[in-house]
Structures are given as C-alpha cells and as structure tokens.
C-alpha cells in the first residue's frame, strides 16, 4: 500500500499544481477512479463539511475512515509565528463542526515548517502551532479522546524547498483524525 505522503508528492508531480492551486487536486483518494466517494461510511453531512473545507483551499486526503486535513501555514498563522491570523478563526471553525461529526475520534495535529532558518527553530516553530491549533480544537470543545500534536521541522516537505512555491507549501500543518473502534 502507498503512504499518503507518497501518494501526495506524486500527485504533486503529476498534475505540476499544488494541493491548493486547484481545488479539484485537493481531493485526493487511495482509488482515484472514485472522485470523493468512498466506501467508508461518509455520513452526507461530513461530505458536505469536506467539501466546504475544500473550498476554502483545504487539502484533504481519505483514505478509508482516516482524513488528512492540509492547513497552508501561510493562511492560518501569523508569518514565522504561532499567532492564529483573524480570518483563519471562520475556518477552523468549519474544521470544529467537522471533528464534532466524528465521535470517539482519534487526532493528530503535525506542524512542518520550510527549511529556512535554524533546524531548532524549525522545530519549535512547527511544535508551537501544532499546540495552538489543538489547543482552539479544546477551546471549542471538541470531543476528542486522543489529541496529540507533534513539530516536524523540516521534515516530510511535500514539495522542493529550493522555490518560493515549494516552500509555501512545506509550510504547513496537518490535521489527521479517524474513528476508535468501538
């Protein structure tokens, strides 16, 4: 079975557009013949909630019952900081109304960053709003049982860093969740 990073960079190569440049891409399944439907148990509202997200420049990846949310860094936080921007708030908004759809859920929150700059600050940086952004999902009282968040720095780009574009979309965080068995 592919990994979904993997999956993500060669879809990124094939169609040459970043996740969210075109909206259609954002979409991305393990069955590409299966244009957002799948076989998992997708109640009509949490494709309705998706397909909001994916609107607002959200990448998505399911694959099965796990969702990946892809979070443009550059839209949500402040420049080389972890402060929310204003506008951002509506969004993750639409994000709380999503998670609330998944009882009994499991969520990871993974900050990336670029690679300029120091790998500690990376790091910090990355780790600082992973807890930001878990830390609104508390607020608004997501029901979550694990929450966990991690930085990854650098690691894992999703795109070359030696452009602009590249770099844009390496800054970002991830929002993974799916359902515990009962």
Known sequence: MIGIRAYVKVM???SSVSLVAC?????LTLNPSNRGILA???TVEQ???LRRLQ???IGIIKAGEQVTLILPADEFFQPCSSVIRVNAYSVFNEIVMLLRTYPKTSVIITGYTDNL???QRNMALSRQRARVTADYLWSQDV?????YTEGKGSD??????????GQRWNRRIEITFQRLPE
């Open 143 to 147: 029901d979550t049982r694990l929450l």
């Open 40 to 42: 998992a148990n997708y």
């Open 117 to 119: 700059g120091s790998s």
């Open 156 to 165: 894992g780009p999703l795109a070359d860093n030696g452009s602009l574009n």
């Open 55 to 57: 609107e607002k420049q």
């Open 12 to 14: 990124l190569l094939l």
């Open 47 to 49: 494709e309705t909630l």
């Open 23 to 27: 909206s259609t891409q954002n979409n």
